[in-house]
């Protein structure tokens, strides 16, 4: 009994021997040259990882330069439109003031809110309702049916305010030049309503 346990204890010994023989002739015959090789891979990877992420850094970077720079152009442009707007606002406010008129500047106080009434002129019974367009190109039939809208609103709105009073719708352009659907519908538009549109051409005299 002992001599077979003995035997297989040795059978036992042989095949672990076998086994370690077995890896050691068939693991990576890794040398110092190859690990250094392997290093120097593993660290240029790392290195054009980085450049890459350092250039999607940079080209994210200026990207919203890009970006900041047209929104500053676009308020720019914005700022000069409003300050240009306010100018003729100015002036006209100024225009009506010097022949007698009360002048309430409703686009200036209220902004976007002005309901599309620059200027409210009052003197006595005779109320104006003003737009002011200080434009190089002359205004388009839909700025003046816009104006024309914007007006019988105001007037159905406030009806209790503009009772017994003489109202008169007023558009009022920089441009010298009249569009010919603007006068086509003028023309058909104060042929038929009471209170009529007047369209007049006054110089930005703050060119």
Request: with cysteine; glycine share 2%.
């Amino acid at each position: 009994m002992n001599f077979i346990i003995f035997m297989t204890f040795l059978a036992f010994i042989a095949f672990l021997i076998s086994d370690v023989l077995k890896f050691i002739k068939n693991k990576p015959n890794f040398t110092i040259p190859d690990i250094e090789k392997q290093t120097t891979q593993d660290e240029q990877a790392e290195e054009e990882q980085n450049i890459f992420f350092a250039k999607r850094a940079e080209q994210k970077r200026q990207e919203r330069k890009d970006i900041l720079k047209i929104y500053e152009k676009r308020k720019q442009k914005i700022d000069y439109k409003i300050k240009k707007g306010r100018e003729y606002e100015y002036q006209i406010f100024m225009f009506f003031k010097d022949r007698g008129y009360k002048v309430y500047p409703k686009g200036y106080f209220e902004g976007t809110k002005d309901e599309g009434i620059d200027l409210l002129a009052y003197k006595d019974k005779e109320t104006l309702l003003v737009q002011c367009k200080n434009w190089k190109n002359p205004p388009k039939q839909n700025d003046i049916k816009i104006f024309a809208f914007n007006c019988d609103e105001y007037i159905k709105k406030n009806s209790h305010i503009f009772k017994d009073k003489i109202i008169r719708k007023i558009f009022i352009t920089s441009c010298q030049k009249q569009d010919y659907g603007v006068k086509c519908f003028l023309n058909d538009y104060n042929s038929k309503e009471a209170i009529k549109i007047e369209y007049i051409s006054i110089q930005n005299l703050n060119k």
